[in-house]
């Protein structure tokens, strides 16, 4: 099935995604080479700003009508090529990235790391890698952009976390995200490679390698690698062992934007193995959705039993990733659009949440939930910040996630019927215990330790304030008129699920072989299209 590529050139006015990864990487080089952190704060502000507002200009361009590539921009050069393009499956979470970055800074104010050039460096960093992995449209492009991640999450979790084994932490994610990595390398190598026996010369570009998957070789394990490598990196039940030790031991403003990172796992199953090696999804989706189903189930027990509110956040994500990860496998669009959506709702949410932690830890210095309590009456606005974000992620109406969540569901009894609907359902409900409980706990128990004296100097009541505002108002505005967000994504939906053999139309035994290229239907296509 050929795909609709449309280059940048035709909807914008100059190349709208190589400027969004390149101006916040500038924005970074100037902090760096500052002379002071309030110049250097000056110039976070104003490259964070900037890619906002472009990540914006990027909705207002981007032709949701039409399925296929959009802004689609290409070098070749040295033997190496360069692609970037945006999609249903891309389109949401670069805003995303934009938004939380800048609401990142702006706690920053409120911290001890205002003055922290290195600090306010790796946010711009960061959201450089995550916008061109997201970009990306060749898949050793897209590696390379994962590997360089590695370089801001370590430096944050070192220079700037909380906890007393920040290096402990950073080998075991390296332990973690370089096995991963490597998976992930062999099988993108094994994808490459597979096609050269079809007489085409060797190539990592996404379209070429997706319009030819029916000469590909060893698909099953492709499959295998490109799934435990997005695993690790989601993370996925039994990958998972790494996220709450760095949610412990790292800061609230790294976490937040490595929220998005995190989804960077669940996108790219969608744009990766989806795609390329659908046949061999199918033979495996009920072993993947046997993990998620654990992962559900599992996240939220070890939330519940956690004293630690980061950790019980931590586990939070694991056990939203199963259910995110069974709606990619539900092969129709209800459940891919389900589980794009939710992704966003869910990141926005946690972010939401976290910056409510961050801030009671500011005040009290303890993120443990034993000694927390009574907190409602002087912080009311972070209280209301973390209900609004929980109702989120717990899918009550008038919040993103409640459509999100009905499509999802929609699209897992379509596939496989109402008795795992009905338990991705009751790990829900386990959500909204553990999230309500520590809702109580934190702001609304009987206080276990002094209250600590408020100091409004000290702690800048309008900033928390307009985080607060941005984040619920983004919540429920988008709950409320979901509808634009999913023509975003519902097209390019509906085409990933057409692609598999019992799920939509039959796959093409042989193609003809292209180079990435949009294809003209003969006459006698077209006649047989006529016919259908």
């Not at 891309?90 to 934009?98: G, V």
């Not at 909204?432 to 004296?453: D, G, H, S, Y």
Request: hydrophobic letters at 55%; proline letters at 5%.
């Amino acid at each position: 099935m050929d795909i609709t590529v449309t280059p940048w050139s035709a909807s914008a006015a100059f190349p709208l995604l190589t400027t969004l990864t390149l101006v916040p990487l500038a924005a970074m080089v100037a902090i760096l080479f500052s002379r002071s952190s309030k110049t250097a704060l000056h110039f976070g502000f104003a490259g964070a700003s900037l890619t906002l507002l472009l990540s914006v200009y990027l909705l207002t361009v981007f032709d949701s009508a039409t399925p296929g590539i959009h802004l689609v921009e290409q070098a070749h050069f040295a033997g190496l090529s360069y692609r970037v393009g945006v999609d249903g499956t891309n389109i949401l979470f670069i805003p995303l990235t934009a938004v939380l970055t800048l609401l990142a800074l702006i706690y920053t104010l409120i911290t001890r790391h205002v003055t922290d050039r290195l600090f306010i460096a790796c946010l711009l960093g960061y959201e450089t890698v995550l916008i061109g992995a997201f970009a990306a449209l060749n898949v050793m492009q897209f590696w390379l952009w994962c590997v360089l991640e590695l370089v801001p999450v370590a430096l944050l979790t070192i220079h700037a976390g909380t906890g007393q084994n920040r290096r402990w932490v950073v080998v075991q994610l390296l332990q973690y995200w370089v096995s991963g990595l490597l998976m992930t390398l062999a099988g993108f190598l094994l994808l490459a490679f597979g096609l050269i026996d079809a007489a085409h010369p060797l190539t990592f570009d996404w379209l070429t390698l997706k319009q030819n998957n029916a000469y590909l070789h060893d698909e099953v394990l492709i499959f295998i690698l490109l799934l435990f490598g997005f695993a690790i990196r989601m993370p996925l039940f039994p990958f998972h062992g790494w996220l709450p030790v760095l949610a412990e031991q790292g800061t609230v403003a790294s976490a937040v934007i490595f929220l998005v990172g995190l989804k960077l796992g669940i996108y790219a199953v969608i744009r990766f193995i989806l795609p390329m090696v659908p046949g061999v999804a199918e033979q495996w989706a009920g072993f993947v959705v046997t993990l998620g189903l654990i992962s559900i189930f599992y996240g939220a027990l070890l939330a519940l039993m956690q004293i630690n509110i980061r950790r019980l956040l931590a586990f939070a994500v694991i056990s939203q990733t199963g259910m995110l990860v069974i709606g990619a496998f539900c092969f129709n669009e209800n459940g891919l659009e389900g589980s794009l959506l939710l992704s966003v709702a869910y990141g926005l949410a946690m972010a939401g949440m976290l910056f409510s932690v961050g801030l009671i830890y500011e005040r009290t210095r303890t993120a443990y939930l034993p000694r927390l309590g009574g907190l409602f009456d002087t912080n009311g606005t972070l209280a209301l910040l973390f209900l609004i974000s929980a109702l989120s992620t717990m899918v009550m109406p008038g919040t993103p996630g409640f459509d999100a969540a009905h499509l999802l569901v929609e699209g897992i009894i379509e596939e496989d019927g109402w008795l795992l609907a009905i338990a991705i359902l009751i790990g829900n409900v386990m959500s909204a215990a553990f999230l309500l409980w520590a809702f109580q706990r934190i702001f609304m128990a009987n206080p276990k330790r002094a209250k600590q004296p408020y100091n409004c100097a000290h702690h800048p009541v309008w900033k928390e304030r307009f985080i607060t505002v941005a984040i619920c108002l983004l919540l429920i505005g988008t709950g409320f008129y979901t509808t634009p967000w999913l023509n975003f994504i519902d097209q390019d939906a509906a085409a990933i699920g057409k692609q598999f053999p019992m799920h939509g139309a039959q796959l093409p035994l042989n193609p003809p072989f292209s180079n990435g290229e949009v294809s003209q239907p003969s006459d006698a296509d077209a006649k047989d299209g006529q016919h259908e």
